[in-house]
């Protein structure tokens, strides 16, 4: 056992005994000054991803811990996928830290979004989930928007303590904390990234000037996004690479749209209306008649309408029906992990179908 050496790219526990298990790497590699598992070396250098084995518990556990410390929590989403990448219960794992909320992947939205709109929107989510967090920001890991102000804000609230980043799988924390550590030391891709949920394990310390230092603590996975159920091909067409292009429908009443063959909405009642589409580019959509609508999936799902192929379809959920009353202007029908719908006005009657197991809800619009 060398449970003293941890893997530079996800922070697990280096052993040299099993294989296939986590945190398995060669005798041979420990020589190296920077060890990394097999897991990280094959993501980085083969782009191929082993499945994750710590349990939920686990996860929990640690994020337990935090709350006993004296420091800095700053929670992570992603703003493509806000409730699900919501962790719940968030301000009991934080305990009387203060919580600093980043929203990511601001680069996949509208330009024409206002941003301050936007981060009222968060603050008035965030209140209804129980958490009053002491700043809102918004970033883009990835292209490096923001990362200056948010370490700027980083320093100012932390004032001297620990600080802790806390995020749900793929919301781009290692992005987020790789581009801090180019920003602030200079040192590049040292922590994986990866599509696919659940590649951050255990705890990876990054000292800071004073001592102190910032804490990369493992992705909670939440079970209700689209991502558990497709497969990592139809993840990365799901999964916006870059600014979405909002897409409006003019429906009238009894009119269906398939979103691949993930997901449909049905509108049932409520006038000739449009609706906008905020969804990966990559993802078709199909419009059909609402009497159509369960032939058309019988004939073609997982040919026209895909993902999932053809081989993937045995093994995807079926399709659970929610339906809604739309009762406020400006609403937004989210199917966990894959996007939004947004109806401006009030008085619809809409189906939702999404895979069993992935969520469906309402929520004020967020654009
Ligand atoms: P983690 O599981 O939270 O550590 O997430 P990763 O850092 O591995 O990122 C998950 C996915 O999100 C990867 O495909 C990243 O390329 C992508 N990603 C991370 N940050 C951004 C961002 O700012 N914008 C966009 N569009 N994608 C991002």
């Given amino acids: 056992m060398n449970q003293d050496i941890h893997c530079i790219g996800c922070g697990v526990s280096i052993q040299t005994e099993r294989p296939g298990e986590l945190g398995f790497t060669p005798p041979s590699a ?49 703003i493509f996928d806000f409730n699900g990448s919501w962790i719940p219960g968030i301000q009991r794992f934080a305990g009387r830290n203060q919580v600093l909320l ?93 599509h696919v949920p659940g ?39 799901i999964t916006p690479k870059k600014e979405i292009k909002p897409r409006v429908y003019q429906l009238n009443e009894r009119q269906t749209l ?27 959509i199909h419009r059909t008649k609402l009497e159509k609508a369960d032939d058309l999936y019988e004939k073609h799902a997982g040919g026209m309408l895909q993902p999932p192929n053809k081989n993937e379809l045995e093994d995807f959920p079926e399709l659970v029906r929610h339906e809604f009353s739309i009762k406020s202007d400006q609403t937004d029908i989210v199917f966990s992990g894959l996007g939004w719908v947004t109806v401006k006005e009030k008085g619809a009657n809409i189906a939702a179908y999404a895979p069993k197991g992935v969520s469906v809800l309402l929520r004020p619009s967020l654009i």
């Fill in 30 to 78: 420990l020589e190296k000054e920077e060890v990394i598992c097999q897991r990280c070396f094959r993501l980085k250098h083969y782009n191929e991803v082993q499945d994750v084995e710590l349990s939920d518990q686990d996860f929990l556990d640690i994020l337990h811990a935090i709350g006993s410390t004296d420091s800095l929590v700053v929670k992570i989403i992603d």
């Fill in 102 to 194: 980043i929203g990511n992947k601001v680069d996949l939205l509208p330009k024409s979004t206002n941003k301050n709109k936007l981060i009222q929107w968060m603050k008035a989510q965030s209140r209804e989930m129980g958490l009053t967090p002491v700043d809102i920001l918004l970033v883009s890991a990835e292209k490096g928007l923001g990362i200056q102000e948010a370490l700027g804000q980083i320093e100012t609230y932390r004032q001297g303590r620990d600080v802790y980043v806390v995020g749900c799988t793929n919301v781009g924390k290692s992005t987020f904390i790789n581009q801090v550590i180019k920003t602030a030391a200079g040192r590049e891709e040292v922590i994986t990234t990866s």
């Fill in 199 to 237: 590649t951050t394990l255990d705890m990876i310390e990054i000292p800071l000037d004073d001592g102190k230092k910032l804490v990369d603590t493992p992705g909670i996975m939440n079970h209700h996004q689209m991502a558990h159920v497709v497969s990592k091909k139809a993840l990365k067409t």
């Fill in 258 to 284: 398939f979103f691949g063959g993930l997901a449909r909405l049905d509108y049932i009642q409520g006038g000739r209306r449009s609706i906008i589409c905020y969804l990966s580019n990559s993802l078709d």
